[in-house]
């Protein structure tokens, strides 16, 4: 995925150095680190999980084996605005994945991924407790429910301007 280059600044080097130092040598420690470091970055790409397997002295495959068994931590950049469509059972059975499809289509990504300008990013979500207005499209934290494929250009075209 070439549209993910990693874009770190010195400012979050120095940020993640801060954050390892203040807890290495504790039980535990990986993560809250990985906590501070997806806060830090947005997402925990390839060179920040090597960055603290080489400053903890640890196996680079246990700071991605962490990263990418609990599922708050992300290795992928998440876009200003974050898309979340719903494929719960009852948004599926009322044809949430043509929702899904209409919104990857419009932005030419997949789900799971953010666009190369880092405007949106795409991801599915199991249920958001909306069943009564399904399908169910979250942008940001706006909810847009019993949506058809037709409406999601519309709905995004309001977000490319900001």
């Given at each position: 995925m070439s549209q993910n280059l990693f874009e770190g600044t010195a400012e979050q080097a120095q940020k993640l150095t801060d954050c390892i130092n203040a807890h290495r040598g504790e039980?535990?420690?990986?993560?809250?680190?990985?906590?501070?470091?997806?806060?830090?970055?947005?997402y925990l790409p390839a060179e920040v999980q090597t960055v603290i397997a080489e400053e903890l002295n640890i196996p680079l495959?246990?700071?991605?084996g962490?990263?990418?068994?609990?599922?708050?931590f992300t290795l992928n950049p998440k876009g200003?605005?974050?898309?979340?469509?719903?494929?719960g059972t009852a948004c599926y059975v009322k044809g949430?994945?043509?929702i899904?499809?209409?919104?990857?289509?419009?932005?030419?990504?997949?789900?799971?991924?953010?666009?190369?300008?880092?405007?949106f990013s795409i991801d599915s979500c199991r249920?958001?407790?909306?069943?009564?207005l399904a399908?169910?499209?979250?942008?940001?934290?706006e909810v847009y429910g019993k949506l058809t494929p037709a409406e999601v250009t519309e709905i995004l075209n309001g977000y490319i301007s900001d």
């Amino acid at each position: 995925m070439s549209q993910n280059l990693f874009e770190g600044t010195a400012e979050q080097a120095q940020k993640l150095t801060d954050c390892i130092n203040a807890h290495r040598g504790e039980a535990g420690a990986l993560m809250p680190i990985l906590h501070e470091a997806q806060s830090i970055y947005g997402y925990l790409p390839a060179e920040v999980q090597t960055v603290i397997a080489e400053e903890l002295n640890i196996p680079l495959a246990e700071v991605y084996g962490v990263a990418t068994f609990y599922s708050q931590f992300t290795l992928n950049p998440k876009g200003k605005h974050k898309i979340s469509v719903c494929l719960g059972t009852a948004c599926y059975v009322k044809g949430s994945d043509k929702i899904l499809e209409a919104v990857e289509k419009e932005l030419r990504i997949g789900c799971g991924e953010c666009t190369p300008d880092r405007k949106f990013s795409i991801d599915s979500c199991r249920c958001v407790g909306a069943c009564g207005l399904a399908p169910v499209m979250i942008v940001d934290d706006e909810v847009y429910g019993k949506l058809t494929p037709a409406e999601v250009t519309e709905i995004l075209n309001g977000y490319i301007s900001d």
